[in-house]
């Protein structure tokens, strides 16, 4: 995604929109997303991919996360509480995707 729409690398994160460092993940599971200690700690923005092939659906959500929004984590990554995932600004929910199983080979 950060290729496909021309973001560049962040100073500290993932990825950089407008010059903003912005923490960015993907998981298999909608909001089930590992979360980078210094995504909270220096209170960045963090934006949540999730996709399912078998549904071709997909999802993407903005959310800043803090301490009273994140479970304690393992190896300096945290998940959002239920109050957490509340807080998910999303930009696509539950988003067609296309499906590329039945591709015409050329």
């Excluded at 991919?49 to 929004?69: F, H, I, K, Y």
């Excluded at 984590?73 to 995707?97: D, E, M, V």
Aim: proline share 6%.
């Amino acid at each position: 995604m950060q290729r496909e729409l021309g973001f560049p690398d962040g100073h500290t994160t993932e990825i950089a929109i407008c010059d903003l460092d912005i923490g960015c993940k993907y998981a298999r599971k909608e909001a089930e997303w590992d979360i980078p200690s210094e995504v909270h700690e220096e209170g960045l923005l963090f934006l949540g991919l999730w996709a399912n092939d078998g549904q071709l659906l997909w999802s993407v959500g903005l959310v800043r996360p803090n301490e009273e929004t994140l479970t304690p984590g393992a190896h300096n990554h945290h998940r959002l509480t239920t109050a957490g995932k509340l807080q998910i600004n999303w930009l696509y929910r539950y988003a067609p995707l296309p499906d590329t199983s039945h591709s015409a080979s050329t």
